[in-house]
């Protein structure tokens, strides 16, 4: 079994900064891509960025230039730094995992979501 905890959310005025922390511990061979989404009410939940093993990165484009996506290995944890926040980005930001089990097969797990809230 696999467990990935969030943290780092809350509130923050417009223009400030945030930066959301996700944590993955259990029975994980290695992470393939680590990825952070977003769903405000009301909405679907999207993709707002990515970073493969090899340390390739995407961006949704409403994000670009302002999050930047990052990790560390040795921890199991992928980080989003927010710059520049602004009240449509609130939402809750869950972080997902493509990984591979040591029993090797592969398999995909979600955060339990963290509250992000821009507003003055």
């Known amino acids: 079994q696999v467990q990935l905890v969030e943290s780092g959310g809350g509130l923050v005025q417009p223009g400030g900064s945030l930066r959301l922390s996700c944590a993955a511990s259990?029975?994980?061979?290695?992470?393939?891509?680590m990825e952070w989404h977003r769903q405000a009410p009301g909405n679907q939940r999207e993709l707002v960025a990515a970073?493969?093993?090899?340390?390739?990165?995407n961006y949704v484009d409403s994000v670009k230039g302002r999050f930047t996506i990052s990790r560390d290995n040795a921890k199991n944890t992928v980080y989003l730094q927010m710059n520049s926040l602004k009240p449509e980005d609130t939402a809750v930001y869950y972080c997902?995992?493509?990984?591979?089990?040591?029993?090797?097969?592969?398999?995909?797990?979600w955060g339990q979501g963290t509250q992000v809230t821009v507003s003055s």
């Open positions: 970073l493969t093993r090899g340390g390739s990165t």
């Open positions: 259990g029975s994980i061979r290695s992470i393939n891509v």
């Open positions: 997902h995992f493509w990984v591979v089990t040591t029993t090797g097969f592969p398999s995909a797990y």
